[in-house]
Every structure is written in C-alpha cells, then in structure tokens.
C-alpha cells in the first residue's frame, strides 16, 4: 500500500426500489462504525452525471483517495466514475447481487448487503490505483510473410503511417497466391472467375516508402517485448538487426502431404494434387503422363482432409478451388468431362451462386459418397464410392484424377498433428519434447513449452514460436480474439491463423494490422492488451522471499517471465495481460498487483460476518470469473432471477489469479463451502486467459490432498465452469450447492 493517506468515500443508490428492499440507517451505520468510511452518502440516481458530480466534488473537498459506489455492476456506466489517476474507484452490483436476487427487507438480504458493503470498503482500503509502466516503443511493424496476407497487412500498416518491414524467405514476394491464374469470384452476379489481384499487392508494396521489403530472408532469432521486440533478420549475409513494436506472423500455409494418400490412388499415373493442377493450368496445358489430353477428369473433395487419421478439420477452400479448377478445365478442354466426388460441397455466403454455376454446367457430375478405393487399369483410373446418395455402390472411370488436399499451416511441426497431443490426464500443456530441449538463444526452455517450426525462433522460455492448438493453428482466443496469439503483441492473420481463401486472407490481414498498430498505441500507454485492454495494472515481484519454485514462469499463459540461472522470474511487464495467473501460482505469494492482491482478496474473505453454528446460516463464498461467469450471473440478475443469499461473490480477473491461501482463510474464517466459477475450457470453447480455469482445476489435486490433511469434506470445495449465454444454469448452480453444504453441515472450524 501506499503511504498516503487512505480516504474512502461510500455512496448507496437510494431510489425506491433499493430503499423498499434494504435497512438504509443499517448500511450507513455499518459504514460510519466498523468501515471508518470518511464519507457515507446517499443519492436517489448515483449512477447519473449529477450523481457522478456529487462524488468529484466530495473528492476535491475530503481528499478522497478510494471510492466505493454500491449500485449497479461496473458494466453497467463503464467511464461514468472515472475521476482520474489518483482516485480508485470500486463498483458493487447492488442491485445484481442483492436487491434484484433477493427477497425485499429479509433479514438474510440485509446481510447480504452489509457484507458486500464490507467486502468493498474493506478491498479498496488494500488496493491502489495503478501506475502505469511506460517504457520506449517502436514504432515499427515486423510483417513475416509476404504473400496475400503479410502484402496487405503491411499495407495497411503503413496507410496508418506506421513503417513496416516485410520480410520474405523466398525470392519474391506473393506467396501460394502468385502461381494462381485466376481466382475466385469477387463481384456480382459472383459466379465468374476473376485474374488473380496478387500483381497489384506486390507492386504497392514495393513502390511504398513505408514498407521495407526483405526477400531471401529469415528470422533468425526475436526477443524482447511489446514496443521493443529485437529481431535478427538473416539474408545470407551478416545478421541485421531490427527493432519493432509489434510483430504479423502471416508465414501462410503448405499442401498436406500427397505421398500419405495412397489409399485414394497417389502415387499411380495421371494421379495429381488440386496443386499440381493448378500449376499445369497457369503453365497452359493440362496433360496425361502420355502426353495427351485428357477426355475426363475427377476431382476427390477432402482428401485426407475431416479425417482423424489425417487433417481433422477442414481446409475450407478446396471445394470452391476444385470448382475453379473445373470451370477452367472446361474452358480449355470444352468436351471434358468433369466428376466431383465429394463428402459435402462448402460453398458459402455468395460462393453458394459459384457453385450453382457449375451446376448448371452439362459437363459436371457431382455425386456424394465415401472413396474406398482407387484402382488402374490400361490407362484408366476407377474410383469406387461407397455411401452414395444412390444407396448402392458406384464407380467412376476417367482419365485423370485430382485429390483435393488441404491446408496445413506452417507454424504446424512435421507429423504433430498425428501425434498424440502430450497432455498428461488433467495437467494442462504437459512437457513436449524439444529435441534439445532449449530456446532459440540456447536456454534451458519450459517443461510446458510446444515443440516449435522455427519460424519467429523467439527467445522466450516457453518455447520457440506460436503455441498451438490441437491441428497446428497458433492458439488464441478463438471466440472473442481471433488474431491475438499467445505471445503478447505477435498476431497471426491468413491462412497461418486458419484455412481461408485469398479475399478472406485479405480481410483476416486488416484486422491484424489494426492490433498490431493499436498495441503500439497502447504499449506506448502503458495499457495492458485484451482481454484487460488499457489495464494500466502489471505484477509486482517481492524477489527477496522468491524461492525458485518456477510456478509461476511454468503457468504464465502468454510467455511473459523469464528466469536467470538461478530460476528466478525475470518479467516481461509489456507481455502481460494481468490475468494475475503468476499471482494465483506463487506458495509464497510474492507476486502482487496495485489494485488486485493477495491481501485484497483476504481482506474481503475476514471482512464477511459469519454467523455461529446455531444460527443455521451457512456461509459460501464463490470466486466468480469475471468475463463468463459474473456476466452470466449478472444476465439472471436482470431477468429477476433468485439464488441463495448464503453465498458472497467476490470476482476474480480469472480462476488462475486464485491463491490457495484464500482458500485456507476462507477455511480458517468459518466459510461452509467454497465455490470456483470460471470460463469454460476445451475444444468447443476457451477461458478468455487461455489456461485459468485449466490450471484452477489442476491446482485443486493439492488443495483436495490438504483438505483431507484437515479433515474436512472435498465437497466443500467446487470448481465449475459457465459460459457466458448460459446465465439460466448459474442462479441453480449456487443454489444446489448451497443444497450440497446444508446436507454437509457446518465448517468445524467455524467456531475456532
């Protein structure tokens, strides 16, 4: 805490619903008595300018330092109560957690408000306002990849007068996209092919002052953070040294491996990839091995593609590319004859009008069915379909035969996604191994770091480049943050990030250069990025009490610790995203933000009155996630929805942030029960820190183990999970539990 003195000012919302519902003279004289409130007041309409007016100039009369407005949730007037740097303001959702979830002037409900009031008074008292930690930026992007994505990111970039240097490893830039001739429609009616757009990208790039193109190069090594990322460019030559703010990784993606597709006939004659044939149409002829032309030709959809011995997903493009490549088949061979295999054709959005097109085309013949095996004989190929919307099997005889294959991304190791993911049973991101077991500068890397491709080489502990999903995608936050990566101030865009085609390349890329400008502008700030965004909070290390355990450089979502030789933690303050994961991973508790701390949480968890035994009140707390679960709960409040006024809500930035020492005190204090409300976690969804609700469920193997050393039920302590849409289940979800601990009993410590 700060050396200053500490004066808190309290205002309650007092308009009739509230007044109808609560004892105000109680909640004033709880305020002025035990809270030592510097000020109490009420105001019929607080959230308001004139409520807010009254506050500022309380704040310039008393000298107020810390604020406490109990009235609605901090979602509700975001900016409303924003009285500058020096005066932390805290909101309480009076009317979500108590007066609309309650029954009016209950005994219990009056509790429940003077607790809340408590908690408040009693956290901002162990809270500071932040003080931002604003360090040099760079105003300079790192474009890595210079095909449709990296050109138009890098564009973009410098249209916002941000330079850029575009670095390439081939000899020339465009990408895959360069060897298309035509591409897919882009104008009404949408059903004609268009020449390929990628001559012009290239040509604005190069003639741009802004833009800094580097061909023939690689990334040798990066390190650093936000606003000053260090990076080793290699063209041969001697290294270059670059300094940048921010970092694309737009490096693209690499046809799946044909020599694995035996089984649909790869390897036999006039047998060709969807690339190949793109290749042989841009060169001007497309030809059998014998040199002639062919007089039919069929195209096997998802080949090796939405299958689990293969690529699960799907590659999304090669649907619309099979239909091009067949149209311009067709153009030059006008009596071809075209056969398209598939699975399900995906053609969305206007696409849908592509397809209709080649429909409506005499010399297509689209069939459905599952491909069993690809046979030659005298210069044919026979195709046999099983599963065909004929019911009984068929087979298709032509000449040639093209395996449309799908998109890998090239952050994807070679044969990781065939292997098994290396998750040890209910520890999260568990060792995988490295080869030599070290990072890009030749450090000992993390237990928990991914086996990188090599591309970034980032001098990080936990590993080399992007994590990754499950298919070789670089992880993010798939559901609100598609081009954030977890490596703070490094976005993906193209098809790198996922499968998409070369329009929706080109849109994927605006949305990455507008972050990685914007995480100059707010880095120079010293603003935290998403989820927090312009969070000016960052982790305070008390290294004098640090013993080395690693905790929290193993647990840190994003990479932003490292460590010297001895293992203690070296922060990267401009990678954090202030989850407070290293907060909720240090035994010694050492680690600590100016407004969100280790004694903030025990001071609300001391600051509940818990009843005697004979009273028959229990006492539940919940650690309530404050992007899912405390919107969902909030969602119920409004729609009028109750739930048991034994539990006190008390929200955390994530479950990762949850020390095992409030959980003790919650123990010590008398608390009955003890709940923990995250995001949820796994392949259909994400917590919005990556890894917090992970890791609070890993965490809880020792909290059980210590529960059992107390003698106490391991039901008293929950973890659960709750998406934000699913604000029906939580009002049942506490009161079940509440359930649950009156059939337990009360906590035998309650009385000690």
Known sequence: MADKEIKVGVYVAADEEI????????????????????????????????????????????????????????????????????VLVDQVGLRELVVWTHEPNDEDTQMLAEDYLRMYVARTKNIDPPEANIEPVERRVLVIGGGVAGLRAALNTAGAGVAVTLVEKNAELGGWSKKFKKSFPTQPPYDQLVDNPIGDLIERAEAHDLIDVKLNTVVKQISGQPGSFAAILQNGGAPEDVLVGSIIQATGWNPYNPERLGHLGYGKSNVVTNVQLEEMLSDGAVLKADGSAPESIAFIQCAGSRDKDHLPYCSSVCCRASLKHAMQLREMYPDVKVYVLYKDIRAPGQYELFYQKAQDDAGFFFTKGEVVSVDESDGKLSINLDETLMGAPITVESDMLVLATGMVPTTQVEDG????????????????????????????????????????????????????????????????????????????????????????????ANGASLKAVQALEMVAKGEGLHPRSRDLSFPDFFLQR??????????????????????????NLARCRRCGTCMGACPERIINFQNYSVPMGNSMIKAVEIPEEDEEKPRIVAFVCENDALPALETAARKRIKFN????????????????????????????????????????????????????????????????????????????????????????????????????GPNPFKDF
């Not at 070789?472 to 993906?492: K, L, M, N, Q, W």
């Not at 640090?546 to 922060?571: H, N, S, V, W, Y």
């Open 417 to 508: 996604i065939f292997a098994d993911d290396g998750k040890e049973e209910g520890k999260p991101d568990s060792p995988v191994d490295e080869g030599d077991g070290t990072t890009a500068d030749g450090k000992k890397a993390a237990s928990g770091a991914e086996a990188g491709a090599k591309i970034l080489n980032l001098n990080y502990r936990q590993g080399t480049d992007l994590p990754t999903l499950k298919y070789g995608f670089p992880d993010s936050h798939f559901v609100c943050f598609p081009y954030e990566t977890r490596r703070t101030g490094i976005f993906a865009a193209g098809t790198v990030r996922a499968p998409m085609d070369a329009a929706q390349a080109r849109m994927d």
């Open 19 to 86: 007044t109808s519902s609560l004892d105000m003279e109680a909640l004033e004289k709880v305020a002025n008595g035990e809270m030592k409130a510097t000020i109490y007041k009420t105001h019929e309409n607080i959230s308001s300018p004139e409520g807010s007016e009254m506050i500022r100039a309380d704040i310039e009369e008393h000298g107020l330092s810390h604020v406490v407005i109990l009235d609605r949730s901090p979602r509700a007037f975001p900016g409303l109560f924003d009285f500058g740097p020096n």
């Open 645 to 744: 006024s034994w539990v006190r809500i008390i929200p955390v930035r994530c479950l990762g942030s949850v020390n095992s020492v409030w959980l003790t005190n919650c123990l010590d204090a008398g608390f009955d029960g003890i709940m923990l409300i995250g995001c949820k976690h796994g392949d259909d969804y994400q917590c919005h820190f990556v890894r917090g609700s992970e890791l609070a469920e890993y965490r809880m193997d020792n909290i059980q183990e210590k529960l059992l050393q107390m003698q106490l039920e391991t039901e008293r302590i929950l973890v659960s999970a709750i998406a934000i849409d699913e604000w029906d289940k939580i009002p049942a979800l506490l009161d079940e539990y509440a359930e649950q601990i009156e059939e337990i």
């Open 546 to 571: 640090c013993t080395q355990c690693k905790r929290c450089t193993e647990d840190c979502p994003f990479g932003a610790l490292d460590e010297d030789e001895k293992g203690t933690p070296k922060p």
